[in-house]
């Protein structure tokens, strides 16, 4: 009987080869990719039954990586590993799709728990989170990401990596005036005055480590 095919989405290599120790008794491990972008590209071309991908990972991080994902195939499951112990990443990530929430200091059990779930269908949370997430759908709590379009988010984690409008222009495939004229809006909806904030805000809400 084959193993479950399990792609790894991690920007910490000491992380990963951790993982893959963890995971190869069980699991097959069919690649191990560095950034949001190379995650999306990578399921695409290699369709694993999971995913298990960090939130905060270079160029577009796991949670936007997973809209992208869903958005072309709603039956992927991705598993999220994170260091974030705020419940309102994992209330993001599973409002976004996501099959599983595990914080990186829990116990390597709950990881291979959570991937058993996503295959069966279900949904795991850290059992730490497990009241906080829920007490903040029942208090409806208001995300303010939840506003922005995937490509805004995408915008935003360029910009707070450091890339000048030029740079997210060729990465993005836009111009450089569609760009700035994204930052703005942003700054206008979010009530900021300028790009300090904008990283300060993108630091904040997990949108860069």
């Known amino acids: ?11 910490h ?6 993982l893959k120790g ?3 008794e069980e699991f097959e491990l069919i690649g191990i990719v560095s950034d949001g972008r190379a ?3 990578t399921a695409r071309e290699l369709k694993p039954d999971v995913i298990v991908a960090d939130i905060s990972m270079p160029h577009l991080n796991g949670i936007d990586a997973l809209v992208q994902l869903k958005r072309e195939n709603p039956d992927v499951r991705v598993v999220l590993l994170t260091m974030h112990r705020d419940a309102a990443y994992a209330r993001r990530a599973l409002d976004a799709g996501a099959s599983g929430f595990v914080l990186k200091h829990s116990a390597p059990a709950e990881l291979v728990l959570a ?15 497990v009241t906080e997430v829920f007490r903040l759908a029942a208090n409806e709590v208001p995300d303010p990401l939840a506003a922005m379009t995937p490509r805004q988010r995408e915008v935003l984690q360029l910009l707070a990596e450091g890339k000048s409008a030029k740079e997210i222009a060729k990465a993005l495939n ?3 005036r569609t760009v700035e004229d994204h930052k703005y809006r942003l700054m ?11 990283m300060h805000f ?4 997990g949108i860069v480590p």
């Open 22 to 24: 963890l995971l190869v």
């Open 188 to 198: 206008e909806s979010l009530g900021i005055h300028n790009t300090a904030e904008l």
């Open 202 to 205: 993108a630091i904040k809400h």
């Open 39 to 41: 995650m999306v590209s």
């Open 174 to 176: 836009l111009s450089a």
């Open 1 to 11: 009987m084959s193993k479950p095919r399990v792609l790894l989405a991690d920007d």
């Open 115 to 129: 991937l058993r779930a996503a295959l069966q269908g279900r949904t795991f949370i850290t059992p730490d989170l």
């Open 13 to 18: 290599l000491i992380v990963a080869e951790g």
